[in-house]
């Protein structure tokens, strides 16, 4: 079976950019979540996704990120403009279940804002 | 909202040795509690959960015990091999909030 897929996996670009990161989660899975990973801050949920409708997005640091999921087997985390201190990991996990359900991990997308 | 304190941050063991990780959480309600294993450049992957009507469940080499009253659950890595060698997480909450990891490193 295939897990969560990401793309892409590394992302280099400018100050001021926009970039989009993209996930597939596991069909059948009705839960999605966005993470973003940083040495200072550790695992921070971003947003997280019920039957393809956003539920919580809380942990959205700013205007400047958007998600979206317009079906249940793609969602989308937008960064426009991008600033330098957004370089981090951005992992996508999908869940069989509501909240408080395993979570299984995508293997991440590295975004590097220079 | 829920918070999570994870220790050690770093544990380094001999090969064969057991390997305990700690984690409180303050949010009562809480009611599961996963470890996740993070290899260099992947993502995080699911190795155990415990739900709060059962307070100790085992796999294999792993297990996870959780005391309800005093808000905290552990992970106990036995028998411990180099392959274990990894970043650990624990989590709480309904809104999964992570601890802060603990580098775990056996040496041969």
């Known amino acids: 079976d295939a897990g969560v897929i990401q793309s892409p996996r590394h992302e280099v670009t400018e100050m001021g950019q926009e970039v989009t990161l993209r996930c597939k989660p596991i069909?059948?899975?009705?839960?999605l979540f966005w993470y973003r990973q940083t040495m200072m801050r550790g695992l921070e949920l971003l947003i997280y996704?019920?039957?393809?409708?956003?539920?919580?997005d809380s942990g959205m640091p700013e205007d400047r990120f958007s998600a979206k999921m317009p079906n249940a087997s793609f969602s989308t985390l937008k960064i426009q403009p991008s600033e330098p201190r957004d370089s981090a990991v951005y992992f996508c996990?999908?869940?069989?279940?509501?909240?408080?359900?395993?979570?299984?991990f995508g293997p991440g997308t590295r975004l590097t804002v220079t | 909202g829920e918070n999570v304190e994870q220790h050690p941050s770093t544990l380094s063991v001999q090969e064969g040795d057991s390997a305990v990780i700690k984690c409180t959480y303050s949010?009562?309600?809480?009611?599961?509690f996963p470890w996740y294993k993070q290899e260099l450049g992947k993502g995080p992957q699911l190795i155990i959960d415990?739900?709060?009507?059962?307070g100790e469940k085992k796999d294999q080499r792993i297990a996870v015990t959780l005391n309800k009253t005093a808000k905290h659950f552990s992970l106990h890595i036995t028998e411990t091999q180099p392959e274990d060698s990894a970043v650990y997480f624990c989590?709480?909450?309904?809104?999964?909030?992570f601890g802060q990891g603990t580098t775990l490193q056996v040496k041969p």
């Open positions: 996990a999908s869940s069989p279940g509501p909240k408080a359900y395993e979570q299984y």
């Open positions: 069909s059948g899975h009705n839960s």
């Open positions: 996704f019920n039957n393809n409708v956003p539920i919580d």
């Open positions: 949010d009562s309600a809480s009611n599961y």
């Open positions: 415990i739900r709060s009507n059962v």
């Open positions: 989590a709480a909450g309904g809104k999964l909030i």
